[in-house]
């Protein structure tokens, strides 16, 4: 058997490799993404800004002074002609930190070179540039981003700046691949997590299913840490398998000691006056009742159920039949028509004995129903008693606990009845319900399997 990594290792290189493929995607889509273009404008552009005629893509501002120089007085001169005011009441500064620009294509670009404006021409037979009175910078020229100012006729200046269009566009395409880059690093993750705890679940669901007469339940595969727990967790079900036994086995020798002297109790008892001789004849009756009960209730937990395809319909119809011979009001109301499981069927008789046994106690009669709810059938079991009180509906099916608190002899059992009940349908992966009906009377139901779910 191959054997795993350490949970620490597997973890340590599970962090590893994970910020190795997060850092190795990130670097991919820096470099391979094309760096945004820079902003270029035009004065056709910045004086329509300014006359507010569209505002797309610059921002505005109005301000009480002028914003702070150094000036472009080429720009300037070429946005008051474009605006038709005195060159004074206009300010142009660069936007960039140290003002330079790109001249690129044909045409008329503007380039800043240290406190110059040059102006550069280009077309295909090549370029020529100019600067100072010579510099006359046509309207659609494009030239680096810069800030347009103009003063209105309160004093204040209106200010306009271009937004970045090209960035915001990068800025998308990298959100867009990062979130590509996540979603291809989360599936090998989410693999590497899922391969990492299936040894933990599969030991959390053998410790579901374990029980005392299941041997070794805990798989030993997976890391050596998972492995030396589930090897911890089958040691110590031996452990409590072996004490249950040993007590299991004096409580059976105890009770076969018991009844000996019961037995010869019970001889007597025939030679006892007739006044005293059958109340003396029920009390050793009943003790020998409650030692098989509890040997019973013993004996579910460490014989494993011997499962068998059972058709609940006529298995209901044949109980109900026998109890009719002994002259018992116990009936079948008709549920679902061909309802089966897979069943110990001593054992589900036996819970069904219980609950019907309750039921002729407390009401006369009984009334079973066989319900398929689809994934499971459910086993009702009605009379018309007086119910539980609803405080102790909770803790009724513990063992040695009476529907009836005055332990008489006429109505009082044992106590055993419904927890051997409850732990037949746990035994089969089921439960046992009690509710109260209305306007009176006791539901109790087991719910199994059907044939179809297991």
Known sequence: MRRSLPILAQVAALAFSTLVLAFTLCFGIVLLTPAPTPIRMTIREAAIALRGDASDGFQTAVRATPPTGPYVREVETALAQAMRVRPERVRVRWLDGDGAGKASGTGQSVVLVGDRTLLVDSDAGGFRMRYGADALIEPDAEMPAFEASIQQMDGRWRSVTPTDRHLAAWRLRMMLAFAAALGLLAVPVWIAARSLSRPVRKLAEAAARSGLNTKAPFPLDGPPEVEAVGAAMNAMHARLAKQAEERFRDFAAVAHDIRTPLTALRIRAELVPQGERQRMIDDLDRM???????????????????????????????????????????SVISGSAHASVLADEPMLHRAIDNLVDNALRFAGSAALTIEDAGDQVEIHIDDNGPGIPANALPGIVAPFQRMEPSRSRSTGGVGLGLAIADRIATAHGGRLILTNRVPHGLRATITLMSRSSA
């Open 288 to 330: 020998a009742a409650m030692i098989s009960e509890v040997l019973d209730y013993a004996r579910i937990d460490r014989q494993p159920a011997s499962l068998d395809r059972i058709d609940l319909t006529s298995f209901a119809a044949k109980m109900a039949a026998d109890r009719r011979s002994l002259g018992q009001d116990v």
